[in-house]
């Protein structure tokens, strides 16, 4: 016998654990208000995540599980959630289901139960289930299984406001003697038994009133994981998303500019009255134009991309990704679930690299660590739009916007296609030398496509992506202007230092068709990738004449004064690709792979590639202006 009223401490614990994609996440944030990783697809959670909250004058600790089907499973994160059940020393375990595939779900009820009993069931997507016709009475499931059981939506608020009251109710106000399901049923450990209670459970609990037709959900998979349509169509949306996330960004950037720059006579005006010129100098030619030209020209890209990559996400599309590029993947002799490690990179490459944990193989866990950094991420990837965005958009005609985008949008696929090519060769080249070995199989699950939550995407990317990475982006420029400042004012002999800099690192930039300012930007830029182009204007600015510098296109005429060509821009883009990851990015592989070995590799793989291809690049312009 037993009962939740055990409690003495004063902080109550609860484990949320279930099946991979049921939600678990999205139940926790919205428990805790905190902004856990959510999307339509199995594996996001990889690490133990914890949060607190007030109910009702109790507080809440609760801890948010990698997703797993058996607590006896093999994958590095199942081991953390089922290690983390089986030493469970939390008040109640709260299981998450997914109404949809309850039978399947209860599996894992069933073995939690055989550990612990101290268990509440919350069935979740109810609102999918009523869609396909199936009805779960969680009265049955109660009554079979003696522990607390509620079904909710957990993505609204007022189910979560529900949950939050019959948490409260089971652990402190319903003084429920119950008898412990284990107890009666003593074999519960057994797989058999497990089988035959969950299918018995299913048939009492669940009534199915219409069947399942082939559905659109089975149109859409044809379409998007079709053997030529697939990658058509994965192609297409990419290209897409770029197109929209131009025209965009274009308009938005346009506004900030005309706000920002207007701001800054204003500002120079009223500080050069109270500060010393040189200071003033500083904080608004240095530190406020380079806060100005990131807000304006790299918030506006973030701000449209990462709500339509997230809207793909949260409607189901990302693993349909990885099992289109399975293939190339296992000619590579790695593993397809890599793909979606690389798309997690897009977002940031730390994240990616610990998202390889979803990989069971060391060997391919290795591979994907290891080539995650050719995927730009957040950081590198305004860049490579600024790039691109200020050279070509005054090299191509722009009578039509549409069209200016849409070739700027085609430029931009290309230089993620080189990235993802330069991956294969990458992976190819680990494989057959010091990570060989066949590729293994595994399994992948394509989640059904469920509507994604507009309003909450928009909120989502926004706050939690784009002002997170602007942030960082601002608070990484100003030390770094600071330090160019100071480098560009310091003298020896007459030199600063800046050049002195500069000029040692340009007899080698330039073999690989960049100078010695570009050089020293992506080095400054370890730290945070996203000051690269701020420290290359301050270092450019603090070595030009150009003053008014206010738009792309005075960027543009900057660049340009300094010497860059065609050849520096194509250059400058590869040299973004395929060159050392962050700093933040290189601890976590310390992390992740226990060994500085393997984080000098993941060091010097992208940027001896990155070296070699820049070098290659510059020899062919220059033979070819010889020609
Ligand atoms: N329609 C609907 N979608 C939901 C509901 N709950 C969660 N989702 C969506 O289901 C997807 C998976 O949710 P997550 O919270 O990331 O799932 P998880 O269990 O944490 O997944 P892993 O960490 O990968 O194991 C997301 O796209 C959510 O928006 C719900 O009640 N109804
Ligand atoms: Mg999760």
Redo the contacts with the bound molecule.
Sequence with gaps: MLHFHQKTDSVCTIILA????????????GLTGMH??????????VALATGRCKIKNHTYAFT?L??CYSLHACSTEEKIAGSCLMGNTAHAVLV?CDAVCLERNLHLVLQILAVTDNVILCV?????AAKKGIHISCDILEKELHIPVIG?????KR?IRRLKTFLNTCMYEKNTVRQSFSEQNPDLSTPEIQARLASSLYQKAVCRKKQHLPSFDQALDTLFTGKYTGIFCMLLLLLGIFWITLLGANSISQVLQDVLFRLEPLLYEKLSGILPLKLCQLLVFGCYRVTAWVVSVMLPPMAVFFPLFTLL??F?YLPRIAFNMDCCFSKCRACGKQALTMLMGFGCNAVGVTGCRIIDSPRERLIAILTNSFVPCNGRFPTILAVLTIFFATALPSDSRILHALLLAVLLTCVILFGVAMTFLASRLLSATILKGVPSSFTLEL?PY????IC?VLLHSIINRTLLVLTRAIFAAFPAGLLIWLTANIRIDQTTLLTLLSSFLDPFARLLGLDGTILLAFILGIPANEIVIPVMIMAYTAQSSLVDFQSLSSLHTLLTEQGWTFSTAVSMLIFSVLHWPCATTLLTIKKETHSLKWTALAFLLPTCMGFLLCFLVTCFFRILSLS
């Design positions: 279930g099946n991979p994609n049921v939600g678990k996440s999205t139940v926790f944030n856990q990783h959510t999307g339509n697809w199995s594996g996001k959670t948010d990698p997703g998450i979740n997507l109810m609102d999918q909710i939506t957990a993505r609204r189910e996400e949260d189901g989640p469920r509507k994604p939550q909450s």
